[in-house]
T-cell receptor, first 113, second 113 residues
Framework: GAVVSQHPSRVICKSGTSVKIECRSL??????MFWYRQFPKQSLMLMAT?????????EQGVEKDKFLINHASLTLSTLTVTSAHPEDSSFYIC?????????FGQGTRLTVV | GESVGLHLPTLSVQEGDNSIINCAYS??????FIWYKQESGKGPQFIID?????DKRQGQRVTVLLNKTVKHLSLQIAATQPGDSAVYFC????????????FGTGTRLLVSP
């Protein structure tokens, strides 16, 4: 299957700083990528849909100014958590869409201290 | 509201047993369903999918059953192995031009040797 690479896999940052997470489709072009957040022992919740060359579409309740998404190329989408706070600590997962399938990255564990 | 949910949060089985993980969905218009396996600290891994024009689909050691009448989905794993221990999610693919997934709450499968 297609491969989606996410980087970094783990990051610890201080409260108030910003963190960028990268999501790359390695062997296919993803015009659409999705960003999910998963709290411990909970399901994946869709945060936003990232479209190449246009603005992201955010789910209800997700602050677009806090979670900045950039999809500048067909193989790269980035999620920047701005002014991170401890409550933003979570597992962030991206997926790239290819035809009817979604291929997931390995996830990024963000810890804000 | 619309949701995809699971009946059992944790399922413990012995190695070699058959496992059945259930999922209920509420959107009768849904026409595509996917089962994912998620190991600790990793992104979801595709297991098997099924479209609404089918009621059964088989893969290697896995079978998905779809009952549209009662809006129920199940994943059967034959001869469960310790390596099958993980959290399993059903997901509903609401195709709106791209693959927007709604995940169920998840079932943790524990396989004892």
């Amino acid at each position: 299957g297609a491969v989606v690479s996410q980087h970094p896999s783990r990051v610890i940052c201080k409260s108030g700083t910003s963190v960028k997470i990268e999501c790359r489709s390695l062997d296919f072009q993803a015009t659409t990528m999705f960003w999910y957040r998963q709290f411990p022992k909970q399901s994946l919740m869709l945060m936003a849909t990232s479209n190449e060359g246009s603005k992201a579409t955010y789910e209800q309740g997700v602050e677009k100014d806090k979670f900045l998404i950039n999809h500048a190329s067909l193989t790269l989408s980035t999620l920047t958590v701005t002014s991170a706070h401890p409550e933003d600590s979570s597992f962030y997962i991206c997926s790239g869409a290819l035809s009817t399938e979604a291929f997931f990255g390995q996830g990024t564990r963000l810890t804000v201290v | 509201g619309e949701s995809v949910g699971l009946h059992l949060p944790t399922l413990s089985v012995q190695e070699g047993d058959n496992s059945i993980i259930n999922c209920a969905y509420s959107n009768s218009a849904s026409d595509y369903f996917i089962w994912y396996k998620q190991e600790s600290g990793k992104g979801p891994q595709f297991i098997i999918d099924i479209r609404s024009n089918m009621d059964k689909r088989q893969g290697q050691r896995v079978t998905v059953l779809l009952n549209k009448t009662v809006k129920h989905l199940s994943l059967q794993i034959a001869a469960t192995q310790p390596g099958d221990s993980a959290v399993y999610f059903c997901a509903e693919n609401r195709y709106t031009g791209f693959q927007k997934l709604v995940f169920g709450t998840g079932t943790r499968l524990l396989v004892s040797p």
